[in-house]
């Protein structure tokens, strides 16, 4: 008995299995617009059936050229015309150098608030200011006096 189901086994033709998963071509939903590839899956509960992505096909997309793109139009693809990059204006290298400037100013700002700090505590304690808060002050104001007369020259 055995030996007549193994025997009907491989008499049976093996069926070739179909592939996990199908590549697709998908679109932007509101635009069209092609995104670049994806997969249909095999549904399980259905034998033969895909489950497709939503805003996506099997047609395969045309290429584009410099310029162009595509999307889905209408149940096909279509290529478009892509607007022409907006023109980058310059900005003036003084107005680029004085904002550059500025910034460091403030950064200097930023940096003498802790010595600030310290030599308002040791005053009001009737103390002498530390020599750590002096020095870096009197750094930071003579990156600052140098920034300054570069700012005006600009003006």
């Given at each position: 008995m055995e030996q007549d189901q193994e025997q009907q086994q491989a008499e049976q033709p093996v069926q070739p299995e179909q592939p996990a998963a199908m590549p697709v071509h998908e679109f932007d939903r509101d635009t069209g617009e092609h995104i670049g590839k994806g997969y249909a899956y095999r549904d399980p509960m259905e034998p033969g059936r895909w489950i497709m992505p939503p805003n996506a096909t099997q047609d395969e997309p045309p290429k584009p050229a410099e310029g162009e793109g595509v999307k889905r139009q209408g149940g096909a693809w279509a290529i478009f015309k892509r607007p022409a990059p907006a023109v980058v204006q310059t900005v003036d290298p003084k107005v680029k150098r004085r904002a550059q400037i500025n910034g460091q100013l403030d950064e200097i700002d930023r940096k003498s608030t802790r010595s600030v700090r310290e030599s308002l505590i040791a005053q009001a304690a009737g103390k002498p200011v530390?020599?750590?808060?002096?020095?870096?002050?009197?750094?930071l104001e003579a990156e600052a006096a140098l920034l300054r007369a570069e700012l005006v020259g600009l003006a």
């Amino acid at each position: 008995m055995e030996q007549d189901q193994e025997q009907q086994q491989a008499e049976q033709p093996v069926q070739p299995e179909q592939p996990a998963a199908m590549p697709v071509h998908e679109f932007d939903r509101d635009t069209g617009e092609h995104i670049g590839k994806g997969y249909a899956y095999r549904d399980p509960m259905e034998p033969g059936r895909w489950i497709m992505p939503p805003n996506a096909t099997q047609d395969e997309p045309p290429k584009p050229a410099e310029g162009e793109g595509v999307k889905r139009q209408g149940g096909a693809w279509a290529i478009f015309k892509r607007p022409a990059p907006a023109v980058v204006q310059t900005v003036d290298p003084k107005v680029k150098r004085r904002a550059q400037i500025n910034g460091q100013l403030d950064e200097i700002d930023r940096k003498s608030t802790r010595s600030v700090r310290e030599s308002l505590i040791a005053q009001a304690a009737g103390k002498p200011v530390p020599a750590f808060a002096v020095k870096k002050l009197g750094d930071l104001e003579a990156e600052a006096a140098l920034l300054r007369a570069e700012l005006v020259g600009l003006a």
